[in-house]
């Protein structure tokens, strides 16, 4: 949620102008309560506190990505 130069909302609504299907998994370190909550209202599913293990990460993309891929 915070890089430099765009942060992830603005990133999230770059990309949902793109695509507004565009499937999008947030993640954080920081004050992931205040980013969760800016991150739903965006449209957001799905937030990953960091740090997170790979098992976190793969269970997330199982429930986002469709069957079959």
Known sequence: MMMPLMDGPATIR???QMNPNVCVIAASGLAAHDHVAQ?????????????YSAQTLL???REVLPLGL
Do not use: W
């Open 14 to 16: 770059a990309l949902q």
């Open 39 to 51: 991150a739903t209202s965006l449209g957001v599913k799905h937030f990953l506190p960091k740090p």
């Open 59 to 61: 269970k997330v993309l």
